[in-house]
């Protein structure tokens, strides 16, 4: 399984923009980039997932890089409730038998202060 | 938006009885679920794949003795904890994908505290 890096933790102030950076440099072609994201004591929620062009949704953005080594998740402007963890998942779908598991890492703990 | 509903959310069980988690995908199909467990300050562990009709999948180190996948119908499948012991105390959370759209997002359960004494 592909894998990917991310900073243990970051900080941001409430109403202030949010990058989130992801290393990703095995990722295959057939591999997309998902991000999910786990508030204390509940499963994980979607947030975002693309293949190669930068993707928008009402929750966040996502950057992808050209050689798509790399993603950075965007939250325009990040409120106490986005205060989690986010998970930068590669999800391999082609390919006989695939299952499409996600396989998580360490995650990024983000922390947003009023 | 779809859902995945796991029941129950919390449970107390006394170690060496056997207890049952449910997974349901509330409003669409899924041949394929996932069963993790999650321990406190720890990521997600994937413990296992639960295919529809037939065996499920486990990962490296996981007992399937143990830990006992059922997947009867499209929108149900079950993980049971057997002979529990403190040590299985954990969080378990589920997960499923409508089934044929694997490109699109996953979907979590809200999962289950399991507490062995």
């Known amino acids: 399984d592909a894998k990917t890096t991310q900073p243990n933790s970051m900080e941001s102030n409430e109403e202030e923009p949010v990058h989130l950076p992801c290393n990703h440099s095995?990722?295959?072609?057939?591999?997309?980039i998902h991000w999910y994201r786990q508030l204390p004591s509940q499963g994980p929620e979607y947030v975002i997932h693309?293949?190669?062009?930068?993707v928008n949704n009402r929750m966040a953005s996502l950057a992808i890089a050209e050689d798509r080594k790399s993603s950075t998740l965007i939250l325009h402007r990040a409120t106490l409730r986005d205060a989690a963890v986010y998970y930068c998942?590669?999800?391999?779908?082609w390919g006989s038998g695939n299952t499409g598991k996600l396989i998580f890492g360490q995650g990024t703990t983000l922390q947003v202060k009023p | 938006g779809a859902v995945v509903s796991q029941h129950p959310s919390r449970v107390i069980c006394k170690s060496g009885t056997s207890v049952k988690i449910e997974c349901r995908s509330l409003?669409?199909?899924?041949?394929?679920m996932f069963w993790y467990r999650q321990f406190p300050k720890q990521s997600l562990m994937l413990m296992a794949t639960?295919?529809?009709?037939?065996?499920?999948?486990?990962e490296q180190g996981v007992e399937k003795d143990k830990f006992l996948i059922n997947h009867a119908s499209l929108t149900l499948s079950t993980l049971t904890v057997t002979s529990a012991h403190p040590e299985d105390s954990s969080f378990y959370i589920c997960?499923?994908?409508?089934?044929?759209?694997?490109?699109?997002?996953?979907?979590f359960g809200q999962g289950t505290r399991l507490t062995v004494v």
């Open positions: 997960s499923a994908t409508r089934q044929g759209l694997l490109n699109t997002e996953a979907f």
């Open positions: 409003d669409f199909q899924a041949t394929t």
């Open positions: 639960s295919n529809e009709g037939s065996k499920a999948t486990y």
């Open positions: 095995t990722i295959s072609g057939t591999d997309y």
């Open positions: 693309g293949l190669t062009s930068n």
């Open positions: 998942i590669l999800r391999d779908v």
